[in-house]
């Protein structure tokens, strides 16, 4: 197992889907086990009733058919599939129309999903907040700059209440995937693709309520992750690039060229002095 | 239940070869034998793996122009299909060796001086050896980590009356997996000398890999093509000109790479998600505890 996981921190991000299917050929004893440790690109399904797109994971599963969060129906359709209770029905309503308001203010577009479903902790829950966005310029990219653009955020969010009844507990695991692929001029390619998880804890007053600290701890990792992917991740490919070729017209003080030429000048300054 | 349609039945072994294969392949720079590792450990079976690796790693050496110091000192052959006498031997013409490459291990068994079968005419190593001068001076100056080779891709034999095809080949790498990050460089310029057209055409082919891991997994991949021509003139002219062009074009190229990175932040990274809202200022919860209340109150009174 931990080999497999290994192999999946390797292979490109954007043929995770691949090495995925592969290692569950390879792995059939471990499949569920697999399914449940290695995030992949979320699917979607169309609930016809309602004339919307809903978001398919694990949580909202029950055999081969997935349960749509706004008409609270399998598809396909499942005689006694597993449903949330009332009251967390409800806020999964809530957090739906909430969340697809968020989605549309960041992401210009995409598709959300949120599902709850009850824990073993008394009066605790569990959430999975899910969006995808095409940001490509045949999908929902304003600017049209990508061939290919997909993001994927996954966070799943367990929450216990408190003994003292006004605070609660939150423990948040974010995944983002992405995969952009510049559309350029130019003839070649420009590739990035990355996945990063990250976890949050947090105790949180609930006057004003779970969704409200939900919300802002998703934003708050959301704000986090793309920043990490932009200033760390993509700033170490670009450092990447630019020590495998130096680039020869910007003289840098710390190059290995400027240093040399630094090398020579104080040579000279010395020479001249002797 | 399988969702990925991965059925319970049991793999053939030539299946599990292929399958094993891929992920050798697919490989980032300087990582196969970590790849190789973990693939052993999920495999469990040496007859299966020793198959896939025998099978992958001449062609993940060659696809990534590996770059291999020869057993004798003598420097560095690079492993790629324009350098290769066959599958264990390559051919490196600035010391006029082959060098015997073990594969798996990625190193260099042994030399032997290449024979005169092997080796270009005096005519066409004239221009050869010129350009692989002018090169070595660029690298020097480019690549601090690179190494670089000339062949005789084409009409290695010929004399002033024939055309011949030289091929240059740059590669680059970083490997540093304790800082979590490996890249590779690589550029493969085909050079086509016409001694009768007194011309000289360029074809360019440049990819950089570039793998950073550390709590994440992020991949750059890129590649680029593109052509120029120049006038066939003597060998130290010619190659001068040809190194300018490759130079130019790599620059170039270089600065391109620049001009993407620059735009990703505030323009191609906000086709996927924006940094802010349009408002500029984070999202309203409060309208979440709003929207429940009144639900709630809604509730009361309509059960009142």
Redesign the interface.
């Known amino acids: 197992m931990e080999a497999a996981l290994g192999l999946m921190r390797r292979m490109p991000p954007s043929l995770s889907r691949t090495a995925l299917s592969s290692l569950l050929l390879l792995l059939p004893d471990h499949s569920s086990e697999l399914l449940s440790l290695v995030d992949q690109p979320l699917e979607v399904l169309w609930d016809e009733g309602c004339g919307k797109q809903f978001l398919l994971c694990d949580y909202n599963r029950d055999g081969d058919s997935h349960r749509s969060p706004w008409s609270n129906t399998y598809h396909p359709p499942l005689e006694d599939g597993v449903l949330p209770p009332a009251h967390l029905r409800d806020l999964e309503v809530e957090a739906n129309e909430i969340f697809a308001l968020y989605r549309d203010q960041y992401y210009e577009g995409g598709i959300s999903s949120v599902y709850l479903w009850e824990t073993d902790s008394p009066e605790g829950f569990a959430a999975c907040f899910l969006i995808k966005k095409d940001g490509s310029r045949t999908g929902e990219g304003r600017r049209g700059l990508l061939e290919q653009g997909l993001w994927d955020a996954i966070h799943v969010i367990e929450v216990e209440k408190a003994n003292d009844e006004t605070t609660a507990h939150y423990c948040l695991t974010s995944t983002v995937m992405l995969s952009m692929k510049s559309a350029t001029g130019f003839q070649g390619s420009f590739d990035l693709s990355g996945s990063i998880t990250r976890q949050m804890e947090a105790d949180l007053s609930l006057s004003e309520g779970h969704l409200s600290n939900m919300g802002r701890m998703i934003e708050d990792m959301e704000s986090k992750l793309r920043n990490g992917l932009d200033q760390v991740y993509f700033g170490k490919t670009r450092e990447m690039v630019f020590t495998l070729r130096e680039p020869l017209d910007t003289l840098t003080a710390t190059s290995a060229t400027g240093q040399s030429i630094q090398h020579e000048v104080i040579n000279d300054i010395v020479r001249s002095r002797t | 239940?399988?969702?990925?349609?991965?059925e319970?039945e049991e793999?053939s072994d030539e299946?599990?070869i292929a399958?094993?294969k891929?992920?050798l392949l697919?490989?980032?720079p300087g990582?196969i034998q970590?790849?190789a590792?973990?693939?052993?450990?999920?495999?469990l079976n040496d007859n299966i793996y020793q198959a896939a690796a025998q099978a992958a790693f001449p062609v993940y050496n060659k696809e990534q122009m590996l770059s291999v110091e020869m057993s004798d000192g003598s420097g560095q052959v690079i492993v790629c299909e324009d350098g290769e006498i066959d599958a264990n031997h390559f051919i490196d013409l600035r010391t006029a060796q082959v060098a015997t490459i073990d594969h798996i291990e990625q190193v260099c068994t042994g030399v032997r001086p290449a024979a005169d079968s092997e080796l270009p005419s005096a005519y066409v190593e004239e221009y050869r050896a010129a350009i692989d001068t002018e090169v070595v001076r660029y690298i020097e100056?480019?690549?601090?980590?690179?190494h670089c080779s000339v062949f005789a891709t084409n009409g290695k034999d010929s004399d002033e009356n024939g055309g011949f095809e030289l091929t240059v080949v740059i590669s680059?790498?970083?490997f540093s997996p304790k800082n979590f990050?490996?890249?590779?460089?690589r550029s493969i310029w085909k050079v086509q000398l016409h001694g009768d057209l007194q011309t000289v055409d360029l074809q360019g082919n440049?990819k950089?890999s570039?793998?950073?891991?550390e709590?994440?997994?992020?991949?750059?991949?890129?590649?680029?093509?593109?052509k120029d021509s120049s006038i066939f003139q003597g060998p130290a002219e010619t190659a001068s000109a040809v190194v300018g062009i490759i130079?130019h074009h790599?620059?170039e190229?270089?600065?391109?790479?620049?001009d993407?990175?620059s735009?990703?932040?505030d323009?191609?990274?906000?086709?996927?998600?924006?940094?802010?809202?349009?408002?500029r200022t984070?999202?309203f919860?409060?309208?979440?505890?709003q929207?429940?209340m009144n639900?709630e109150l809604a509730r009361e009174i309509s059960s009142k």
């Open positions: 239940m399988d969702p990925l349609g991965a319970e793999l299946q599990k399958l094993a891929w992920f697919k490989s980032p990582e970590y790849v590792k973990d693939l052993q450990g999920v495999l100056e480019a690549f601090p980590r690179g680059s790498a970083k990050c490996n890249g590779r460089w440049i950089i570039a793998h950073y891991f709590e994440g997994n992020v991949q750059l991949d890129t590649a680029y093509d593109c130079q790599e620059s190229y270089l600065a391109y790479l620049e993407c990175y735009k990703l932040s323009n191609t990274f906000k086709e996927l998600r924006r940094k802010l809202p349009v408002t984070l999202f919860w409060g309208n979440a505890h929207m429940s639900r």
